[in-house]
């Protein structure tokens, strides 16, 4: 893994230390040594048996793994991509992020209070969003200024932990993080496995997308390092885009972390 020459940030705080794509059409791209996780020094031939993508598989990640992630690290982080899942579902229904087995997954039970469904009828595709339940006035309306029809239909909602959510994006960012970084970076490791699934302070995550219906086939990750000396600014930050949704966090100190300055 390296920094594509192209790849450029235009701020004097920041230099990349870490980054990789994916796209399709595109070879796949595989992190880390094999014989050692890095997340809990396991070294058994026997427990590297499974694939570990490195970014969520259900966000469309089918180009990217780690070597250097034990199969019991693996199943534990599972948890956390859930969680992340659940916390997203309707961005990845609406945008037609195709997950596990080429499929974009439903938000919301059929049955249930709501939900939202993404599917392809004919060569065309179909969003189509389900209130039950509800009065239909409650979700219909007219903007007396514009004219325009307004419809309020509630997301499908699903219950996720916040925290473990959280959790799957700094791990995302430790599978990038430089192997000899690696070393001052054992509070956070320890966290990532730990019961605790309270909300820390600061755990702020900046989210934005688009392209409803067709989210493009690719991702790409960074991890990015302050290089200033301003400590007002965090210092390290992790940035990813997959498919049509881009997620952003911080890696610093307040975080109850012990993340180096």
């Known amino acids: 893994m390296s920094t594509p020459p192209e790849a450029t940030l235009e701020s004097p705080d920041y230099a990349i230390i870490a980054m990789v794509q994916g796209s399709l059409g595109e070879p796949g791209v595989t992190l880390g040594t094999k014989g050692r996780c890095r997340f809990c020094g396991q070294t058994e031939p026997r427990a590297f048996r499974n694939v570990a993508h490195t970014l969520p598989e259900a966000f469309g990640n089918k180009w990217v793994t780690s070597l ?11 948890t956390f991509d859930d969680a992340l899942v659940k916390s997203m579902g309707a961005i990845l229904t609406v945008g037609g992020t195709q997950g596990k087995g080429n499929k974009v ?29 509800t009065p239909f006035a409650e979700h219909f309306g007219v903007n007396r200024k514009t004219g325009e029809l307004v419809f309020r239909i509630p997301g499908g909602t699903e219950r996720f932990i916040p925290a473990r959510a959280y959790k799957a994006l700094v791990k995302m960012a430790l599978a990038l993080l430089p192997a000899d970084a690696l ?79």
């Open 183 to 261: 070393p001052n970076f054992t509070k956070i490791i320890a966290w990532l496995h730990s019961t605790d699934d309270d909300l820390l302070p600061h755990m702020i995550v900046g989210i934005s997308f688009s392209i409803i219906g067709n989210s493009p086939p690719l991702l790409a990750a960074a991890l990015l390092r302050r290089t200033s000396g301003n400590r007002d600014t965090p210092c390290m930050l992790f940035v990813t885009t997959m498919g049509s949704v881009c997620l952003q966090i911080v890696l610093t100190r307040r975080h109850g972390l012990r993340v180096p300055e």
């Open 68 to 78: 250097d992630e034990c199969d019991a690290c693996n199943a534990r982080f599972g």
């Open 105 to 133: 997954r439903q938000t919301g039970r059929s049955d249930g209070p709501a939900s939202i469904r993404h599917r392809i009828v004919d060569g065309k595709r179909l969003i189509s969003m389900r209130a039950n339940g």
